[in-house]
């Protein structure tokens, strides 16, 4: 969600500062600011909107050593009051804060009661505050000491107006990376930030401190526990991230399928966990999960999970997907499988995450980076990386090598779908569903509907149409019916005729002749087999929804609201 970059160096760090915060940008944000030490102390510029609107504000100002942030409104309004950084009330220091601060009130009547007032409606506005107040004289020492009176989650990356040149930086369950690179040190919130550098992944409850020689961890010099040579993000002739990531599809999906190691299938009952699109690639494994154990399987939202009674696992594994490895309800919900005595195996796609780091068991997704906010290769890649748990029998193990070049086809014929943009421009609402498998790629296909063209989409499982929703078909409805398994033609073709009998407009995505004859429209796919299908059918949905955005002239990188990682709860 939100973003920080922090870098201090023997020369002019603005600029860097400033292309970091743009390399940020894809996580999704509402304004952003930036403190650093000027000419006559510690100074602050902040802007709603775009980072170019800050950078037109900073002009011609120079720094060796400053923080910044991106920010995503949880608490309180979007307006420039409210961004990043903080003040403390008499100024020793700046601060910017990624997470959130649960015992906020309870801090905020304690300063209160020491006389201060807060002049934001942030929770992070506390955390300078209680600095001031606890401040020894050593920053080190005291970030410290505020760190253990937070509850919740935070990086705090902080300027002390007494000590020029130097950064201060502490985190809990939210991530923050350190790096060195070219008689400089640098801080993040993401490695994108950070390309071309040396870096450290700081572990919670240390504090760091960072000059421009150096970067000392509690009394400790740096160290590298990762090195990484990371490019600047290039759309490489493609007009957007996403568009790019939907034709790196086949070789994600590849690289996956050879990374799935030949031993270590689960047997037993398993739990799957996730949010948004994790959660939908979950949901549309389900069938293959039961197919290969023979056991019962179930996908629950990470967040629902958390607030569930606590039964005890009984010998399942719990199976926690996150495409970033920092999704907030996830890791709880990880913590919480730990507790009723889950065996937990992480699918993700950073190696370094929070969440690589607290499973039992780790597979990775080898999507590469997904710059665009709303996932579709980390999507696809996920179901792969699941099949890959279950997966064992030779035929299934040939159709799970096919994906590639099935994935291939799809993203070309899926260009099709440019010409169905006129039947969803006007819609007030537009319909996916399907059943099964397909019932998983219905809720992402709307999902990814909604997430960039802002038209309110439903994904439904197919029977369930006509309990409640079908009051909403009128005439001109779209309704996009998804069908890869051939077991399902025959009620796929009663839902299609009860919407056209309302005078809705039906669009199939399917490899069956029955079903694209039945639609006012089809796109026409070849052979799938129907467990895997999940990873082939959602090609064409994450392709229609690009193209209906961008004919509404949409930010399909950045949609409006949306944060590339949600890192609250």
């Given at each position: 969600?939100?973003?920080?970059?922090?870098?201090?160096?023997?020369?002019?760090?603005?600029?860097?500062?400033?292309?970091?915060?743009?390399?940020?940008?894809?996580?999704?944000?509402?304004?952003?600011?930036?403190?650093?030490?000027?000419?006559?102390g510690l100074r602050i510029v902040k802007a709603?909107?775009?980072?170019?609107?800050?950078?037109?504000?900073?002009?011609?100002?120079?720094?060796?050593?400053?923080?910044?942030?991106?920010?995503?409104?949880?608490?309180?309004?979007?307006?420039?009051?409210?961004?990043?950084?903080?003040?403390?009330?008499?100024?020793?220091?700046?601060?910017?804060?990624?997470?959130?601060?649960?015992?906020?009130?309870?801090?905020?009547?304690?300063?209160?009661?020491?006389?201060?007032?807060?002049?934001?409606?942030?929770?992070?506005?506390?955390?300078?505050?209680?600095?001031?107040?606890?401040?020894?004289?050593?920053?080190?020492?005291?970030?410290?000491?505020?760190?253990?009176?937070?509850?919740?989650?935070?990086?705090?990356?902080?300027?002390?107006?007494?000590?020029?040149?130097?950064?201060?930086?502490?985190?809990?369950?939210?991530?923050?990376?350190?790096?060195?690179?070219?008689?400089?040190?640098?801080?993040?919130?993401?490695?994108?930030?950070?390309?071309?550098?040396?870096?450290?992944?700081?572990?919670?409850?240390?504090?760091?401190?960072?000059?421009?020689?150096?970067?000392?961890?509690?009394?400790?010099?740096?160290?590298?526990?990762?090195?990484?040579?990371?490019?600047?993000?290039?759309?490489?002739?493609?007009?957007?991230?996403?568009?790019?990531?939907?034709?790196?599809?086949?070789?994600?999906?590849?690289?996956?399928?050879?990374?799935?190691?030949?031993?270590?299938r689960i047997k037993g009952e398993a739990l799957?966990?996730?949010?948004?699109?994790?959660?939908?690639?979950?949901?549309?494994?389900?069938?293959?999960?039961?197919?290969?154990?023979?056991?019962?399987?179930?996908?629950?939202?990470?967040?629902?999970?958390?607030?569930?009674?606590?039964?005890?696992?009984?010998?399942?594994?719990?199976?926690?997907?996150?495409?970033?490895?920092?999704?907030?309800?996830?890791?709880?919900a990880c913590a919480e499988a730990k507790k009723?005595?889950?065996?937990?195996?992480?699918?993700?796609?950073?190696?370094?995450?929070?969440?690589?780091?607290?499973?039992?068991?780790?597979?990775?997704?080898?999507?590469?980076?997904?710059?665009?906010?709303?996932?579709?290769?980390?999507?696809?890649?996920?179901?792969?990386?699941?099949?890959?748990?279950?997966?064992?029998?030779?035929?299934?193990?040939?159709?799970?090598?096919?994906?590639?070049?099935?994935?291939?086809?799809?993203?070309?014929?899926?260009?099709?779908?440019?010409?169905?943009?006129?039947?969803?421009?006007?819609?007030?609402?537009?319909?996916?569903?399907?059943?099964?498998?397909?019932?998983?790629?219905?809720?992402?296909?709307?999902?990814?509907?909604?997430?960039?063209?802002?038209?309110?989409?439903?994904?439904?499982?197919?029977?369930?149409?006509?309990?409640?929703?079908?009051?909403?078909?009128?005439?001109?409805?779209?309704?996009?019916?998804?069908?890869?398994?051939?077991?399902?033609?025959?009620?796929?073709?009663?839902?299609?005729?009860?919407?056209?009998?309302?005078?809705?407009?039906?669009?199939?995505?399917?490899?069956?002749?029955?079903?694209?004859?039945?639609?006012?429209?089809?796109?026409?796919?070849?052979?799938?087999?129907?467990?895997?299908?999940?990873?082939?059918?959602?090609?064409?949905?994450?392709?229609?929804?690009?193209?209906?955005?961008?004919?509404?002239?949409?930010?399909?990188?950045?949609?409006?609201?949306?944060?590339?990682?949600?890192?609250?709860?």
């Amino acid at each position: 969600m939100c973003g920080i970059i922090g870098i201090t160096a023997k020369t002019d760090a603005l600029s860097a500062i400033v292309s970091g915060l743009k390399a940020l940008e894809y996580r999704g944000y509402d304004s952003a600011g930036v403190a650093f030490f000027g000419k006559n102390g510690l100074r602050i510029v902040k802007a709603v909107g775009r980072v170019s609107a800050l950078e037109e504000k900073l002009g011609e100002e120079t720094t060796t050593c400053g923080i910044s942030h991106t920010r995503w409104a949880t608490h309180g309004e979007v307006c420039e009051k409210n961004c990043h950084p903080h003040v403390s009330f008499g100024g020793a220091c700046m601060l910017v804060h990624n997470g959130v601060i649960e015992n906020y009130a309870e801090l905020k009547k304690y300063l209160l009661e020491k006389g201060v007032t807060c002049s934001t409606d942030t929770d992070s506005e506390i955390i300078a505050h209680l600095y001031e107040l606890l401040c020894d004289g050593d920053p080190v020492t005291t970030l410290g000491r505020v760190a253990n009176a937070l509850e919740g989650s935070y990086a705090i990356a902080l300027l002390s107006a007494l000590h020029k040149g130097e950064i201060f930086a502490v985190r809990r369950s939210s991530p923050l990376v350190i790096g060195r690179r070219d008689n400089a040190s640098l801080l993040a919130s993401d490695v994108t930030a950070l390309p071309n550098a040396e870096l450290y992944y700081l572990e919670e409850g240390r504090v760091a401190r960072l000059w421009a020689e150096g970067v000392d961890v509690m009394g400790k010099r740096f160290h590298s526990n990762a090195i990484q040579s990371l490019s600047a993000p290039d759309k490489n002739g493609y007009d957007t991230f996403m568009l790019k990531e939907i034709y790196e599809q086949p070789q994600a999906i590849a690289r996956t399928i050879a990374d799935i190691p030949k031993k270590g299938r689960i047997k037993g009952e398993a739990l799957l966990l996730g949010c948004g699109s994790s959660y939908h690639a979950g949901l549309a494994c389900i069938p293959l999960v039961e197919k290969c154990t023979g056991r019962h399987a179930e996908a629950l939202l990470a967040s629902e999970f958390i607030c569930s009674h606590a039964l005890p696992a009984n010998g399942q594994t719990a199976i926690l997907l996150s495409q970033s490895g920092e999704t907030a309800d996830t890791l709880s919900a990880c913590a919480e499988a730990k507790k009723r005595g889950y065996k937990t195996v992480g699918i993700t796609n950073v190696e370094t995450s929070s969440l690589a780091r607290a499973v039992d068991e780790n597979r990775f997704t080898k999507a590469g980076a997904e710059i665009a906010v709303a996932t579709t290769k980390g999507f696809t890649t996920q179901i792969v990386a699941l099949a890959g748990l279950f997966v064992k029998d030779e035929e299934s193990l040939r159709a799970l090598h096919s994906l590639p070049t099935l994935a291939e086809k799809v993203v070309r014929l899926s260009e099709k779908t440019a010409e169905l943009v006129h039947i969803f421009l006007s819609a007030k609402c537009v319909f996916f569903i399907g059943r099964k498998s397909d019932y998983g790629v219905a809720l992402e296909g709307a999902l990814k509907f909604k997430e960039i063209t802002y038209i309110p989409s439903i994904g439904l499982a197919s029977g369930e149409l006509k309990h409640g929703s079908i009051s909403l078909i009128e005439k001109g409805s779209p309704v996009v019916v998804v069908c890869a398994d051939g077991k399902l033609i025959a009620k796929t073709l009663l839902s299609v005729a009860t919407v056209k009998a309302r005078g809705g407009v039906t669009v199939a995505v399917t490899c069956f002749e029955e079903v694209a004859t039945a639609c006012d429209y089809a796109l026409r796919l070849p052979a799938l087999p129907a467990d895997l299908s999940p990873a082939i059918t959602v090609i064409p949905l994450q392709m229609l929804s690009y193209y209906v955005a961008t004919a509404l002239r949409r930010d399909v990188d950045k949609p409006r609201n949306l944060a590339k990682s949600v890192t609250v709860e």
